[in-house]
T-cell receptor, first 111, second 114 residues
Framework: GESVGLHLPTLSVQEGDNSIINCAYS??????FIWYKQESGKGPQFIID?????DKRQGQRVTVLLNKTVKHLSLQIAATQPGDSAVYFC??????????FGKGTMLLVSP | EAQVTQNPRYLITVTGKKLTVTCSQN?????MSWYRQDPGLGLRQIYY???????DKGDVPEGYKVSRKEKRNFPLILESPSPNQTSLYFC?????????????FGDGTRLSIL
């Protein structure tokens, strides 16, 4: 079947570089945001989340930045590795029970 | 190991032949959800369940049914599948009623309806 990776914007980086993946969200009332990583043949995997009362949150090698003024979310991956190659999705909690997902960005890491 | 398990992982079938995709989670999560993923459209929610015996429509519920008789299981039923339901399906779960909780996903079920 057709890969979910087709039709997606693609970011190509060299191993060891820092990667920045961006996401614009739609609902100014959203108060919770998540980044997911999806590898080929697998389901989305939780990476990091952030609540709207924060503008930055750090994990292991990853940082999420939230700019509520312009409704923008970014995921920074430090020292990108080939194993980081995947599709990355942002998601916003736009209702009590609903997550709305972005279309995704494909990250390709060259050795 | 904490996980969401879907079966089958792959299925090719014909129009009109009823099928069920099972989903089970072992994390005692209250909230469960089904999504379909299509190229260019991303993940779209089909149905969700806040708890046992409570289900609600998502964004694209037409042609699907669900049930939540037990906390751990949330099967997706296609009573009369059609080719436009060919897609990659994901089940997900989270602890509470969805807000401010990351959802954990299964590895997907690829359905092809001929």
């Amino acid at each position: 079947g057709e890969s979910v990776g087709l039709h997606l914007p693609t970011l190509s980086v060299q191993e060891g570089d820092n990667s920045i993946i961006n996401c614009a969200y739609s609902n100014s009332a959203s108060d919770y945001f998540i980044w997911y990583k999806q590898e080929s043949g697998k389901g989305p995997q939780f990476i990091i989340d952030i609540r709207s009362n924060m503008d930055k949150r750090q994990g292991q090698r990853v940082t999420v930045l939230l700019n509520k003024t312009v409704k923008h979310l970014s995921l920074q991956i430090a020292a990108t590795q080939p194993g980081d190659s995947a599709v990355y999705f942002c998601a916003e909690n736009s209702g009590y029970s609903t997550l709305t997902f972005g279309k995704g960005t494909m990250l390709l890491v060259s050795p | 190991e904490a996980q969401v398990t879907q079966n089958p992982r792959y299925l090719i079938t014909v129009t009109g032949k009823k099928l069920t995709v099972t989903c089970s989670q072992n994390m005692n999560h209250e909230y469960m959800s089904w999504y379909r993923q299509d190229p260019g459209l991303g993940l779209r929610q089909i149905y969700y369940s806040m708890n046992v015996e409570v289900t609600d429509k998502g964004d694209v519920p037409e042609g699907y049914k669900v049930s939540r008789k037990e906390k751990r299981n949330f099967p997706l039923i296609l009573e009369s599948p059609s080719p436009n339901q060919t897609s990659l399906y994901f089940c997900a779960s989270s602890f509470t009623r969805g807000q401010n909780q990351p959802q954990h996903f299964g590895d997907g079920t690829r359905l092809s309806i001929l």
